[in-house]
């Protein structure tokens, strides 16, 4: 069975520093990863996702995402946070040896920026 | 706009009302979902489905009916809801394809439903 767990359910970093949000998940073999914000009172946006290409990914916004199957981890970083990336994120993994089009979500972190 | 439309954008309604939450995608996917985000819970995927045909129900009480008439819209009629059942629900959609895998989801903006 595939899960994920997003560590921290809560990251607060000062404005112009780095952004790192943990994920790790598990999974019956290799499965597609992606990164999900949502901002207040607004609907899920996709960051950025891995499907078995290159291990660093790249998003939107200046995010990115490294794979690491030992780890079994899909960490978000950022390296300078703007006050714009206050939003909740979620860690979502399609997995496709489990039930046709699952995709499982973490419970997911929210990034507060301090000024 | 991310192709995934959902209405009503707000909703209230009392615990002997019916009602229906309709989502609607422009992406020729093929597999749509619904979800529910309650405040301070993780996102509970509710229903699936694939082609039309219901591939999971996630323990979902009665209350709660899905309707997926084709690929392109979905709908959730509601009924003698709690007020627990006060959520943001979500819709999505994806497209599946071979090998198991599936594109990223495409969520709609969500319906907010209060029960009173």
Known sequence: ?115 | ETGVTQTPRHLVMGMTNKKSLKCEQHLGHNAMYWYKQSAKKPLELMFVYNFKEQTENNSVPSRFSPECPNSSHLFLHLHTLQPEDSALYLCASSQPLEGGMDTEAFFGQGTRLTVV
């Open chain 1, 1 to 115: 069975a595939q899960s994920v767990t997003q560590l921290d359910s809560h990251v607060s970093v000062s404005e112009g520093t780095p952004v790192l949000l943990r994920c790790n998940y598990s999974s019956s073999y290799s499965p597609s990863l992606f990164w999900y914000v949502q901002h207040p009172n607004k609907g899920l946006q996709l960051l950025l996702k891995y499907t078995s290409a290159a291990t660093l990914v790249k998003g939107i916004n200046g995010f990115e995402a490294e794979f690491k199957k030992s780890e079994t981890s899909f960490h978000l970083t950022k390296p300078s946070a703007h006050m714009s990336d206050a939003a909740e994120y979620f860690c979502v993994v399609s997995d496709p040896y489990s039930s046709a089009s699952k995709i499982i979500f973490g419970s997911g972190t929210r990034l507060s920026i301090r000024p």
